[in-house]
């Protein structure tokens, strides 16, 4: 039996509109570590790698990354900025869910929506009500999802740091990879003592001193194998 469409049939199927799209939630990746360990630096090398459209970077102070003027492409606000590369940078500023809101909304010139969140957290921050705050706040779950915890142990200072303050643990237990910085100031003992020690406060995460394994484990490239 074949079945006929009659040309103001034809033309109501055409015009009737699909399911909505839906849109992907969009990884967010926390930086944690105390103060001095690295953060900073290793988010300004970051944000200067090629591949890096559709990353947005919050970040403590826009002035400490030390952004090269001429990598700028537009700046909207005072503390958001686009770079030449694609990456959009923005400073933290008081209120958590405005900033990641902003990047979320923010219309680059290419169209290239936000497709990956990164926000380095202070040296005295737990991680854990920071991204429950951006992953389960109601205007905001819907749009987001976990993307990993990466934390930088300071390889010099990071054991005296543990002494004095418990909000390590907390940094390293949440952590879904650690990076033993400055290595190059300690002999490889001392690197391997730490690795097995903070193999002992968690005991699944990645442990790794290679910052570009770290970089990359950030910028959603691998860096977990």
Known sequence: MYVYETIEQRKQNAGTPGPPAVRTRVPVTLVTGYLGS??????????????????????????????DQSVIAESASGDVVLLSNGCLCCALGTDLSNAVHRLLDFDRPDGQKTTRILIETSGAADPGPIMRQVCFEPLLRSKLLYGGVLCLFDGAFGEGLLERDAV?????????MILITKTDMIDEDRVEAQRCRLR???AVTIITS????????LAGDGGTV
Request: glycine share 12%; hydrophobic share 45%; charged share 25%.
């Open 38 to 67: 690295g953060k900073t630096t290793l988010i300004a090398a970051l944000m200067r790698r090629d591949g890096m459209a559709g990353t947005a970077v919050i970040v403590n102070e826009l002035a400490e990354v030390g952004i």
């Open 200 to 202: 002992q406060l968690n």
């Open 168 to 176: 390590g643990y907390r940094q390293i237990g949440m952590a879904d």
């Open 210 to 217: 290679d910052p570009d394994r770290a970089a990359r484990f």
